[in-house]
């Protein structure tokens, strides 16, 4: 019975051309607007030419870590061009890593272990050496590390060569999968709703696909659950108390019917995002959005009771979708709002969806699913009990 | 089969019925008439459980409104003024839909209905390219599916042509010669004459008349003379 009524309120949904726009169009619309977001953002980072002379696993792996700071837009280049683009203000900043690099840092050789240029007339040139130095500590740090293992372990168990290596490798491995920059050394920068810290990789997912996708999940929940709405003027309200099982039945099936598209809506997205590489897919992540659809429909749902005429409908759903997007921080810090607002934005979904994300946590999911619950069991009773 | 007892209903400090008695026999075709605001649609909402009364009590075969909702429904059903039907979906898909959600229903039946309504030939068009009759008779139809004993129809041929109205008021005899029990509610005297055996008529929620189509010539003082239209017009005001 509730099968039958989800599968015809799909049907009935994809009659609108508007409901095909949902599932195709939104997908394309953000991975279009995350291309632009791309490239303006690539044009908005600050330069950085380097030149790698040492060409070990030291040097490469500075170069690959620097390279995946936001902040910064690498280009590996040979000496000759890199002082051009110095010169010609091309890049703003300039670091020759010289041969040898990966033995002094083995050794902690701190003394001139890379050769900084500058341009002239910017001002990112500290912020730049601070990422650049980061790195490299972080690699003299875990030889140090290292090091200091060896020589206290190797005295007590006299180990032969091959464990040495063994031991000063996993030495390493340990300290690098510890590091943590010193404050000095840290920049602060906001992503999303919350406060990151310019360390995980997983950061840099956060573009403007994800809150892209929540706004477009939330605008299609609201205006696909305006189906209590339109019931109403119809007189179907009138009709369904005589079906079997009544009018909660037919509520929960028309709202199932909802969240399947929005389910497939979702999978668009979140497999569009994923090949992208706009956004990380693990098992917390496609939790948390379920959890958020969920709580979605839900609250459309109840909030469509309340709804009498098509047009407040779509004023409610565009005040709801637009206020809490802006608000939440999806799109930019919330604390660049004033304090008043900061409280107001952790009290919308995007907010602690955005943080269930970063935080990688199941507990809002499961906070969302609650309260998701609740509101179902209230439009169910309220719609009801005016059937 | 249907009796009213003292039965009452406020809209906050407004009395829209007031002291109603009645009592409906099984088979009868009755016409709910009054002006607007009079209380028909309250009172057909309230028998077929859509409402409740304030005070007193509505019994369908002897059952309370209130009390046994949920079997009343098998035994009613309502046609609402809207055409509560999926304008998007066909005349098909619709009854195929309101069939598997109402109880007892057999598509053999419906269909054969549809073959005597003359819907046969429309049922693959959507409901919105139907003709305004033909989209009331599906109203009507679906109303229909679970082989209800009474049929409330609340102005079910509002906005329709004349010879569309007369099929649709065929079609209603029909059901009232297979023993339906029928409450309709109209603003047409014409057909009501033509359907109805009995009348209750309302005024500013109060029960002005109930009795048969013979007995509203002889109500009151109007006009003996004039016919049945004009009698009616003359008794609601």
């Known amino acids: 019975m509730v099968w039958t009524i989800a599968i015809t309120r799909i049907k009935l949904l994809l009659q609108s051309p508007w409901s095909w726009a949902g599932l195709v169009i939104s997908v394309l619309l953000l991975g279009f607007l995350d291309l632009s977001v791309e490239k303006t953002a690539n044009a908005t980072k600050i330069p950085v030419v380097i030149v790698d002379e040492d060409t070990s696993e030291y040097s490469e792996t500075v170069i690959e870590r620097v390279s995946q700071n936001p902040a910064v837009a690498v280009s590996v280049v040979d000496q000759e061009e890199a002082q051009n683009e110095i010169e010609t203000q091309k890049a703003a900043i300039g670091f020759l890593i010289p041969e ?7 050794k902690n050789d701190e003394d001139e272990l890379v050769t900084m240029w500058l341009s002239t007339g910017t001002l990112s040139h500290g912020l730049v050496r601070e990422i650049f130095a980061s790195e490299v500590k972080r690699l003299s740090s875990n030889s140090y590390g290292a090091n200091t293992v060896l020589k206290t372990y190797g005295k007590s168990e006299k180990l032969d060569a091959k464990e040495q290596a063994s031991v000063w490798k996993d030495a390493w491995a340990y300290s690098d999968k510890h590091w943590k920059p010193v404050p000095l ?6 992503v999303g709703a919350t406060k990151e810290k310019a360390q995980s990789v997983e950061d840099q997912a956060v573009s403007i696909y994800v809150p892209g996708m929540l706004v477009m999940l939330m605008l299609f929940s609201f205006l696909w659950n305006s189906w209590p709405i339109k019931d109403r ?6 009709r369904v108390p005589y079906s079997v099982g009544g009018f909660s039945v037919y509520w929960g099936g028309n709202a199932l019917g909802v969240l399947i598209l929005q389910l497939e809506l979702l999978l668009l997205l979140v497999g569009f995002g994923w090949w992208k590489g706009a956004l990380v897919v693990n098992a917390s992540t496609v939790i948390a959005l379920l959890g958020y659809i969920l709580f979605l429909n839900a609250l459309s749902l109840l909030f469509a009771y309340f709804v009498h005429s098509n047009r407040t409908w779509q004023a409610v759903t565009l005040f709801v979708v637009l206020a809490t997007s802006l608000l939440s921080g999806t799109f930019f810090p919330s604390d660049e709002l004033s304090s008043i607002l900061e409280k107001a934005a ?20 499961l906070v969302f699913v609650g309260i998701s619950i609740f509101l179902y069991g209230l439009s169910t009773m309220k719609a009801g009990d005016n059937a | 089969m249907i009796t009213a007892e003292n039965l009452s209903k406020k809209f906050g400090r407004k009395e829209v019925l007031q002291d109603i008695n009645f009592y409906i026999q099984k088979g009868e075709i009755v016409g709910v008439v009054g002006p607007n605001g009079a209380g028909k649609s309250t009172l057909l909402k309230i028998i077929a459980t859509l409402m409740r009364g304030t005070s007193g009590s509505i019994q369908v075969d002897g059952l309370d409104t209130k009390k046994e909702t949920k079997k009343i429904r098998e035994k009613i059903g309502y046609v609402p003024q809207e055409i509560a039907v999926y304008h998007e979906l066909t005349a098909r898909e619709n009854l195929r839909f309101f069939a598997k959600l109402a109880k007892n229903s057999s598509e053999e039946i419906w269909m054969r209905r549809c073959e005597e309504w003359k819907l046969s030939e429309h049922l693959d068009k959507k409901v ?3 003709s305004g ?9 679906i109303a229909l599916l679970h082989n209800p004993e009474i049929l409330i129809l609340d102005e079910p041929t509002v906005g329709i042509d004349i010879s569309a109205k007369q099929e649709i008021v065929n079609d209603l005899r029909q059901l009232g010669s297979e023993g339906k029990t029928i409450l309709y509610s109209s603003h047409d005297a014409q057909e009501l004459e033509t359907l109805c055996t009995s009348f209750l008529i309302l005024k500013e929620g109060e029960l002005l008349f109930y009795g048969s189509k013979q007995k509203v010539r002889q109500f009151g003082s109007v006009a003996q003379s004039k016919n049945f239209a004009e009698t009616l017009g003359e008794i609601v005001g």
């Open chain 2, 128 to 130: 919105k390219h139907l």
């Open chain 1, 185 to 190: 050394m840290t920049v602060d920068y906001k």
């Open chain 1, 100 to 106: 040898g690099f990966m033995e002094k840092v083995q």
């Open chain 1, 346 to 365: 952790q009290w919308t979904p995007q907010y602690w969806i955005i943080s269930a994300l970063n935080q990688e946590t199941l507990m809002i999911p």
């Open chain 2, 133 to 141: 009759g033909n989209q009331r008779k599906l109203n009507i139809l």
């Open chain 1, 233 to 238: 003027d119809s007189g179907m309200r009138s």
